[in-house]
């Protein structure tokens, strides 16, 4: 029994989400608040693999429009012109701009997929029971919450040059629908990562070792 | 209904793999990790309430001007325009898409304010002996507040509008930007200097006897 790995839950003990405090619950009790700060209490984050799927499953919804549908309506004497987030990234493209226009690429077009199939992995691996290769779903999710927010360069890219490009009637530059599924997705995607009890990765292979013991 | 706490305050639970293990008391500069997945359970900055103040009343004063100046203008036959980060949410909302212009601003406005003020209150709270149960009501909603505020962020997406922007005019790069840029240094330097245990460890506890609790526990554990 003392090599078997223990996890605070098998011992009947919650960590604070908020504090890190551990602590048990009364006697009779699930669940109570952190006697420290005062959190809501519970072994695994609450419906975690529901919640997480049902915003994953939004944020791939949202995640079609977003690239479909143009993020800004460019006007001039000429007439009105549509941007999409890949053709931006396009227009981008030059001996010098490259840069930008990976970055942009990145940004808006391969984190939010990327993640989106991150968390999505996560939750098919957990929900069969895997016991292989934690530690890398694990860093997988690290790396998850660390760039999700990278995402959200693009909605500042079209609402700075909206906000700036004014000159009426040479040049106008508004955001168009694309840009509201766009900002979804980012949002969506957080929250998705913030759902997700990475706790869920190791249960399996915990209880195991505890069972062999 | 609160949760009891444990005789023994320095176990804890990892919060990515929820191995139980007990917390190494650690020197300022070192830092632990879980065996088990590796996360990064505690780390100990020497100086950990001083120094983040100093650094915060810094971003407090760097953040007002940040806002209060335009943060980038264009010149183009002769015409000139110029918007502050605020001005950027407004016009959006103008332009009819307030749900965009609300997230740009919560993200670039309203939650680094938050994250500057909670931790300015909080370790001016913490410098008390017991910090009260305020100190600890800001510092559980403090990670939130940083989760979502994304200066880093804005000002990438400021620097790809401002060269996009150049192919067809003159694009002036404001104080504001300049401003945002060493904000983000300092606010990295808040996170890196800052150590939550520190405070979690002295601050008022939610439920009063578990306080008193504690306090006696704490006591009879200094007397052994």
Request: glycine residues 6%.
């Amino acid at each position: 029994m003392s090599t078997a790995v223990l996890t605070a839950m098998q011992q009947g003990l919650q960590t604070c989400e908020a504090c890190g405090l551990l602590s048990r619950p009364a006697p009779g009790e699930i669940e109570g608040h952190c006697p420290r700060c005062d959190e809501e209490l519970s072994f695994r984050k609450p419906a975690s693999l529901q919640r997480t799927w049902a915003l994953l499953i939004a944020a791939a919804v949202c995640y079609i429009p977003a690239n479909i549908l143009p993020v800004l309506t460019t006007t001039t004497a000429q007439g009105a012109e549509t941007d999409t987030i890949l053709q931006g990234v396009v227009l981008l493209w030059s001996p010098t701009g490259w840069p930008l226009s990976l970055i942009v690429l990145i940004a808006s077009i391969m984190i939010p997929i990327g993640k989106i199939a991150a968390l999505a992995f996560l939750l098919v691996t957990v929900q069969r029971g895997s016991i292989r290769s934690n530690k890398q779903r694990v860093r997988l999710y690290r790396m998850v919450e660390f760039i999700g927010r990278w995402s959200m360069v693009d909605v500042f890219v079209d609402t700075f040059t909206a906000a700036l490009v004014q000159l009426q009637p040479l040049m106008a530059v508004e955001p168009a629908s694309g840009l509201v599924f766009f900002a979804a997705v980012v949002v969506l995607t957080m929250l998705a990562a913030e759902s997700f009890d990475p706790r869920l990765i190791w249960d399996p292979s915990s209880s195991r070792e505890v069972r062999h013991a | 209904m609160y949760n009891q706490t444990l005789s023994d305050a320095s176990l804890i639970g990892c919060p990515h793999c929820d191995l139980l293990q007990r917390l190494p008391a650690l020197a300022p500069g070192e830092s632990a990790r879980c065996p088990r997945c590796d996360e990064e359970l505690w780390r100990r900055p020497a100086h950990s309430l001083d120094r983040p103040l100093a650094l915060t009343i810094a971003a407090a004063l760097l953040y007002i001007v940040a806002n209060s100046v335009p943060m980038l203008g264009l010149k183009v036959v002769g015409r000139e325009a110029s918007t502050t980060v605020f001005g950027g949410a407004s016009h959006l909302w103008t332009a009819g898409w307030e749900s965009v212009a609300v997230l740009v601003l919560f993200t670039a406005v309203v939650a680094p304010g938050l994250q500057i003020g909670f931790m300015l209150a909080i370790l001016i709270g913490a410098r008390r002996d017991r910090p009260p149960k305020w100190v600890g009501r800001l510092l559980r909603h403090y990670p939130t507040a940083a989760t979502w505020s994304m200066i880093e962020v804005m000002i990438l997406g400021v620097l790809v509008a401002l060269i996009k922007i150049a192919d067809y005019a003159k694009v002036i790069p404001g104080v504001a930007l300049f401003v945002l840029g060493a904000l983000i240094f300092l606010i990295a330097a808040i996170e890196a200097s800052f150590d939550p245990r520190e405070v979690w460890d002295r601050v008022e506890w939610a439920e009063s006897t578990a306080k008193q609790h504690a306090a006696g526990e704490r006591t009879s554990e200094a007397t052994l």
